[in-house]
């Protein structure tokens, strides 16, 4: 049980486009979801907090307008990679809770994002 | 600054023997903490958690030690295995005015030999 689907695993993108990364609780549902980055050998950064029909919190840093989230149901949370540059290029984990828990997280597999 | 950290980037061992990775915080506050496992490519897998409330807590071939008044949590593997090969981070769980939120460690590169 618990578990987390993302799409796509992996997508190359040319600088400028757009590209939306899908979070997907499988067997549960969740009211709140996270994205993470992760850049390579380095740890996992919050990113965003996403709740199920409200507004996503975003942590300090973090352009909203660039890394646009909407969580529409209790199921699924999409990150969308505005305008994308090589910087962006990272590796993006979603997480979600269990509905009615606060704390044990459980983690998708990741999307591999390379902006050329 | 609060903080979590691990001590040691990279821990070698042979097959067979016992794994100790460490990780020291600094929020005395905090009252959950989990350590994940993140092989090459893969998202964080959840091994094993402990509230602030316990001093230990066992899983199968792994135990998770926590010394409050130092500060710090160590992972336990017994018999580490060429499948235990990957980064562990430990994570704490915080609660925020945004709610509950993870930080997570550095990571340590647990490498098999065999």
Same mark, same amino acid.
């Given at each position: 049980g618990a578990v987390v689907s993302q799409h796509p695993s992996w997508v190359i993108c040319k600088s400028g486009t757009s590209v939306k990364i899908e979070c997907?609780?499988?067997? &549960?549902?969740?009211?709140? +979801? &996270?994205?993470?980055r992760q850049f390579p050998k380095?740890?996992? +950064?919050?990113m965003a907090t996403s709740n199920e029909g409200?507004?996503?919190?975003?942590?300090?840093? %973090?352009?909203?307008d660039k890394f646009l989230i909407n969580h529409a149901s209790l199921t699924l949370s999409t990150l969308t990679v505005t305008s994308a540059h090589p910087e962006d290029s990272s590796f993006y984990i979603c997480s979600?809770?269990?509905?009615?828990?606060?704390?044990?997280?459980?983690?998708?597999?990741?999307?591999?994002?390379? %902006?050329? | 600054g609060e903080s979590v950290g691990l001590h040691l980037p990279t821990l070698s061992v042979q097959e067979?023997?016992?794994?100790?990775?460490?990780?020291?915080?600094?929020n005395s506050a905090s009252d959950y903490f989990i350590w994940y496992k993140q092989e090459s490519g893969k998202g964080p897998q959840f091994i094993i958690d402990i509230r602030s409330n316990m001093d230990k807590r /066992?899983? /199968?071939? *792994?135990? *998770?030690?926590?010394? #409050?008044? *130092? #500060?710090?949590?160590?992972l336990q593997i017994a018999?580490? /295995?060429p499948g235990d090969s990957a980064v562990y981070f430990c994570a704490e769980n915080r609660l925020t005015g945004g709610g509950n939120k993870l930080t997570f460690g550095t990571g340590t590169q647990l490498k098999v030999e065999l």
């Open positions: 997907r609780s499988l067997d &549960f549902q969740a009211t709140t +979801m &996270f994205w993470y380095q740890s996992l +950064m919050l409200s507004k996503a919190t975003y942590e300090q840093g %973090v352009e909203k979600a809770l269990l509905a009615g828990r606060t704390d044990t997280q459980y983690f998708g597999p990741g999307t591999r994002l390379t %902006v050329l | 067979g023997d016992n794994s100790i990775i460490n990780c020291a915080y600094s /066992q899983g /199968q071939r *792994v135990t *998770v030690l926590l010394n #409050k008044t *130092v #500060k710090h949590l160590s018999a580490t /295995q």
